[in-house]
């Protein structure tokens, strides 16, 4: 079985601080991990994924996240806030490999609010 | 091409009513997933094609939900006798490949009110 864990509902940050969003997941196997945005009234966009190379995953709009196997850690930030960046993230583990397709488990989602 | 499509964008059903949602993939896509979103939660899986065979339906919550994609393209989500609790945002999302770590691509959504 496998899990996502969000820490935080909530993060309120200023615009051009650093923005820190935690995720831990549970998974017997070598997961694929990614991140997902959610934009008001709009799809799930793709930031990021990691699917085993390089740990450091850089993606879209200057975000990036860290792969740590030994804290179970797959945690997104971002240098600097943009009023853009206000949204509804997701952190989400993908597998096994055997099961059908490749099914998604969603965190339960970190809304991201940027103060001018 | 375009990207995944989904409609009506919005639905109002009295509790009872039969609805049907329906999602157009991308071109060419093999993989095809259906997912509930409920207010403030995370998307939760539903079901699962590949082509036309549906492959895992284990988070279907009831009898009453039924998926379906004859030809292994579009597809329709059926919510038989609509309960409050059926009220959601549903997410489709397809991808090309039915691998571990193949991005989806997820449509805008239809968001259900059952009243």
């Known amino acids: 079985a496998q899990s996502v864990t969000q820490l935080d509902s909530h993060v309120s940050v200023s615009e051009g601080t650093p923005v820190l969003l935690r995720c831990n997941y549970s998974?017997?196997?070598?997961?694929?991990l990614f991140w997902y945005v959610q934009h008001p009234n709009k799809g799930l966009q793709l930031l990021l994924k990691?699917?085993?190379?390089?740990?450091l995953v850089k993606g879209i709009n200057g975000f990036e996240a860290e792969f740590k196997k030994s804290e179970t850690s797959f945690h997104l930030t971002k240098p600097s806030a943009h009023m853009s960046d206000a949204a509804e993230y997701f952190c989400?583990?993908?597998?096994?490999?055997?099961?059908?397709?490749?099914?998604?488990?969603f965190g339960g989602g970190t809304r991201v609010l940027v103060k001018p | 091409g375009a990207g995944v499509s989904q409609s009506p964008r919005y639905k109002v059903a009295k509790r009872g009513q039969d609805v049907a949602l329906r999602c157009d993939p991308i071109?060419?896509?093999?993989?095809l997933f259906w997912y509930q979103q409920a207010l403030g939660q995370g998307p939760e899986f539903l079901t699962y094609?590949?082509?036309?065979?549906?492959?895992?339906k284990s988070g279907l919550p009831s009898d009453r939900f039924f998926a379906e994609r004859p030809e292994g393209s579009v597809s329709t989500l059926k919510i038989q006798r609509t309960q409050q609790e059926d009220s959601a945002v549903y997410l489709c999302?397809?991808?090309?490949?039915?691998?571990?770590?193949?991005?989806?691509?997820f449509g805008n959504g239809t968001r259900l009110t059952v009243t």
């Open positions: 999302a397809s991808s090309s490949r039915g691998s571990q770590g193949s991005p989806l691509h």
């Open positions: 998974s017997s196997y070598s997961p694929s």
């Open positions: 990691y699917t085993s190379a390089a740990t």
């Open positions: 989400v583990v993908s597998g096994p490999a055997k099961a059908a397709g490749n099914k998604l488990t």
């Open positions: 071109s060419g896509h093999v993989s």
């Open positions: 094609f590949q082509n036309e065979a549906q492959l895992d």
